[in-house]
């Protein structure tokens, strides 16, 4: 299993960023496929889940109405679209299924 995050970055607060992460090793479209977060010293917590076909979604309290997640089977591709992006929304952010995770992409707001 290879999950690889991207489109992290620096923005400012109210700003939006669009996570991608890309799957291969095993059959995507077979399984729900989980967004989390860790921030400095802090553990890591999902943000947002979704379903193997994609109908089916939850997030943290923390993040409803702000961030969308969905899934493209036919790329083996999972978006985290955050938007009103908040400081404490500062974190390293990983894609995670079947227990592996990937490297993780670093988001930062900051005014």
């Known amino acids: 299993v290879q999950l690889v995050e991207s489109g992290g970055g620096l923005v400012q607060p109210g700003g939006s960023l669009r996570l991608s992460c890309t799957a291969s090793?095993?059959?995507?479209?077979?399984?729900?496929m989980t967004w989390f977060r860790q921030a400095p010293g802090k553990e890591r917590t999902p943000v947002a889940v979704?379903?193997?076909?994609?109908?089916?979604?939850n997030y943290a309290d923390s993040v409803k109405g702000r961030f969308t997640i969905s899934r493209d089977n036919a790329k083996n591709t999972v978006y985290l679209q955050m938007n009103s992006l908040k400081p404490e929304d500062t974190a390293v952010y990983f894609c995670g299924v079947l227990g592996y995770w990937g490297k993780g992409i670093q988001v930062t707001v900051v005014s």
């Open positions: 090793g095993f059959t995507f479209s077979s399984y729900a």
């Open positions: 979704i379903s193997s076909g994609g109908s089916t979604t």
